[in-house]
């Protein structure tokens, strides 16, 4: 799997699956989830809404990955991960390594040739943004499945973070 880092807008990816950072909710909120929904029109709150009557009844656990259409963003799909808060007295990378692993799967499944993902965790969640970018770098980097899209591509928002991931990549 070819891994890039590009900056922009997560929402204006030209992939076959973009990853939402979303709330255990699925209903939507700030950030990146609220980006997503907003973007994507009424479709993404629609299907949410349904998973939450049926498969998710209580929500989506920290970690997993599932996925809806992707309304009106130029994806096919959206998956939506939960990732974890961090703490400082409690390791969570295993949760976060989850979230890219879960939905490198769920792409998969649905066929995806190309998958775009936020920085997971590192905005509200508060996960310190050098921590986020090696760990999500590392497990894109790792990814043997079969069926694993054929590109990844980690969309930063700022600059500096870009920098960093370049920095990561020895770049």
């Known amino acids: 799997m070819m ?3 590009v900056l922009g807008d997560i929402t204006e990816q030209r992939v076959d ?3 939402n950072a979303a709330n255990s909710s699925l209903l939507g909120g700030s950030g990146v989830d609220g980006a997503i929904h907003r973007r994507g029109g009424p479709e993404i709150g629609q299907a949410c809404r349904a998973l939450r009557a049926g498969s ?3 929500g989506l656990p920290t ?4 996925p809806t259409t992707a309304g009106r963003l130029p994806a096919r799909w959206v998956i939506h991960t939960v990732g974890p808060v961090y703490s400082e007295t409690e390791n969570r990378g295993e949760l976060l390594r989850s979230c890219y692993r879960q939905s490198l799967r769920v792409a998969g499944e649905l066929g995806a040739d190309s998958i775009a993902f936020p920085l997971i965790s590192a905005g509200a969640y508060r996960w310190p943004v050098r921590g986020a970018v090696e760990l999500a770098l590392a497990e894109l980097r790792s990814a043997r499945q079969p069926g694993t899209p ?3 591509r980690l969309v930063l ?3 500096e973070t870009l ?3 370049h920095e ?3 770049r």
């Open 3 to 5: 891994v890039e880092v």
């Open 56 to 58: 998710h009844l209580h």
């Open 168 to 170: 990561v990549l020895g």
């Open 63 to 66: 970690g997993q990955a599932v």
């Open 163 to 165: 920098a960093l991931a």
């Open 17 to 19: 699956a973009i990853v």
């Open 157 to 159: 928002w700022q600059p």
């Open 150 to 152: 054929a590109l990844a």
